[in-house]
């Protein structure tokens, strides 16, 4: 079964609003990474947490790792609607292959 | 991204057909990823190749079988397609097994 969790499955905003989205692993993850799916596109790798605790940031996109390092948020602040398409996570489980999150697919009314 | 093309981008086949996703990449990475993607169920891991000649199942295997004679080529046959294989299917790349996998632009199938 699906071993990484992600919520909300979706997510409707005004723009200018904020938006995040949460995962959560039922292992410690040796990493955590970040993808993006535009509508009809495909997943794009956009950053990777390793350490516990790590806080990075991408201009309004803010990604946190967990102390436990089994759960992470990515948190959008001003959304555009630039930001719209699906969000997943993802980290190493069997195999040490990645298992991907359901995604949370972000909506911006402009 | 230029450098891993699938194909074709979009297919229409019938049940109990065989068909063969084609998947090249250009970087000689040594991983290649098969992900279908469903409504519901985000990506799921068909199989994985970590290099030539080595391959193996991911989470759902069954209906399909890979071959990667060569490293930068890892297609994916349908042996009988059934209307559960409907689906997108989207070949990964990476340098590492757990690190920054590129996707290429994935082949809607489409089984009728």
């Known amino acids: 079964g699906q071993q990484v969790m992600q919520i909300p499955q979706y997510q409707h905003v005004q723009e200018g609003e904020d938006f995040t989205t949460y995962c959560n692993s039922s292992t410690t993850l040796s990493n955590i990474q970040w993808y993006k799916q535009r509508p009809g596109g495909h997943p794009v790798f956009l950053i990777q947490?390793?350490?516990?605790?790590e806080v990075k940031k991408q201009k309004r996109l803010t990604f946190q790792f967990g102390e436990a390092k089994k759960n992470s948020s990515l948190h959008i602040t001003a959304t555009q609607t630039t930001d719209v398409g699906t969000y997943f996570c993802a980290g190493p489980h069997a195999g040490n292959m990645l298992t991907f999150g359901g995604g949370t697919r972000l909506m911006v009314k402009p | 991204d230029a450098g891993i093309t699938q194909s074709p981008r979009y297919k229409i086949t019938e049940t109990g057909r065989q068909v063969t996703l084609m998947c090249h990449q250009t970087?000689?990475?040594?991983?290649m990823f098969w992900y279908r993607q469903d409504l519901g169920h985000g990506l799921r891991l068909i199989y994985y190749?970590?290099?030539?000649?080595?391959?193996d199942k991911g989470e759902v295997p069954d209906g399909y079988v890979v071959s990667r004679s060569k490293t930068e080529n890892f297609p994916l046959t349908l042996e009988s397609a059934t209307r559960s294989q409907t689906s997108v299917y989207f070949c990964?790349?990476?340098?590492?097994?757990?690190?920054?996998?590129?996707f290429g632009s994935g082949t809607r199938l489409t089984v009728v």
């Open positions: 190749s970590a290099a030539a000649d080595i391959t």
């Open positions: 990964a790349s990476s340098g590492t097994a757990n690190y920054g996998y590129t």
């Open positions: 947490l390793v350490k516990s605790g």
């Open positions: 970087w000689s990475h040594s991983y």
